[in-house]
């Protein structure tokens, strides 16, 4: 199973609110969601994708595109994506792992464009006064 030419090929984004001076709770959605999984011959089919972070009223990010899916079994995964509409789940997995992993840098740099916050989870950082048994504890080390 391998997935090759990641393509993308339409990006919409917006801004809805115009003022963020006041901080607002925003929560972030992502999804992903294949539309179309159709075999294209010598094992190969190719996949259309959506990619989606939705800021809720605050703005949204789609991003759409395509790949190919190389694998032994392409053609009996778009037959079955033709009548049921679905896949294997560790084909549909591997894909949309693919497909959130070349979107996200992607949303990341529009979302700052936007001046929208970035739509992956920032590290929080947090500081114990004291540690374990008592023993006072340093902060990072920062070389």
């Not at 919409?12 to 539309?35: G, Q």
């Not at 990341?108 to 989870?121: N, Q, S």
């Not at 374990?132 to 920062?142: D, H, Q, T």
């Amino acid at each position: 199973m391998k997935i090759k030419n990641m393509d993308i090929e339409s990006i919409e984004a917006r801004r809805f609110i115009k003022d963020f001076s006041r901080p607002m709770n925003i929560r972030i959605d992502h999804n992903s969601s294949v539309t179309l999984f159709s075999y294209i011959g010598n094992e190969e089919a190719q996949v259309e994708f959506e990619y989606v972070a939705s800021y809720g009223t605050a703005g949204i990010i789609k991003i759409g595109g395509k790949l190919i899916y190389e694998g032994e079994n392409a053609k009996e995964i778009a037959e079955r994506w033709e009548s049921k509409k679905n896949m294997p789940n560790d084909v549909a997995s591997h894909i949309h792992t693919a497909i959130m992993h070349y979107c996200l840098p992607e949303a990341v740099m529009l979302a700052r464009d936007l001046k929208l916050p970035p739509p992956i989870p920032l590290p929080q950082i947090k500081f114990d006064k004291e540690g374990a048994k008592g023993v006072k504890k340093f902060g990072p080390e920062v070389a």
